[in-house]
Every structure is written in C-alpha cells, then in structure tokens.
C-alpha cells in the first residue's frame, strides 16, 4: 500500500488549499478512506472521512469548510480546505483505517 500526499503549504487565514492523496497497492474504490491532522502536542486527529459508498463526516470545527471527495478512476482522495483558520495549521495524513495504512503527511500552515 502506497499513499502520498501532496498540496500543502503556507496559506493565509480565509485561503484555501486542496489536498491530494494519490493511493495504489489496493483496490481504492473498495475502502473507505479518511483525512487526519497532527499537531504538536495533540494526538492524532481524523477530521474527515468518506466511505466507498459516498458518505461523509466531518469534525464539527471544519464542517461547511472543509470537504473530502474521491475519484475513483485517479486513485486519488482530496480535501478542499476554504476559509482556513490558524488552528487548521498541522500535518495532514490521509488513511485507509481498515488496512491501517497511512501516508507520510502534507504540511498545511495557516498564518498571516
């Protein structure tokens, strides 16, 4: 299993930033899949997840801003981040939980 993510960077508060995750050595569309977040100090975080059936959920502090999709025929999970706020600042990983599987993380800085 391979995930790498991609599309981070420095962005100002109220930016937008879009987050690839680019999977092969499973088959994708079979598996639900999920953003985490990684901040010093604090655990890791799932902030969004969306099943092979289409649902989604969300942690309510990115709800209405944040929104995760899959296109199936790339291989390819993303996360729109829009209005993004300094506490969105972290590494973002995205995972496939049920093989355990993770990548090795974006860097997305929110300031100003």
């Known amino acids: 299993v391979q995930l790498v993510e991609s599309g981070g960077g420095l962005v100002q508060p109220g930016g937008s930033l879009r987050l690839s995750c680019a999977a092969s050595?499973?088959?994708?569309?079979?598996?639900?899949l999920s953003w985490y977040r990684q901040t010093p100090g604090e655990a890791h975080m799932q902030v969004a997840t969306?099943?092979?059936?289409?649902?989604?959920d969300y942690i309510e502090a990115v709800k209405g801003r944040f929104s995760i999709s899959r296109d199936n025929a790339k291989n390819t999970l993303y996360l729109q981040m829009n209005s993004l706020k300094h506490e969105d600042t972290g590494v973002y990983y995205c995972g496939v939980p049920a093989l355990d599987q993770w990548g090795q993380g974006t860097q997305v800085t929110v300031s100003s």
């Open positions: 969306r099943s092979l059936f289409g649902y989604t």
């Open positions: 050595g499973f088959p994708f569309s079979q598996y639900g």
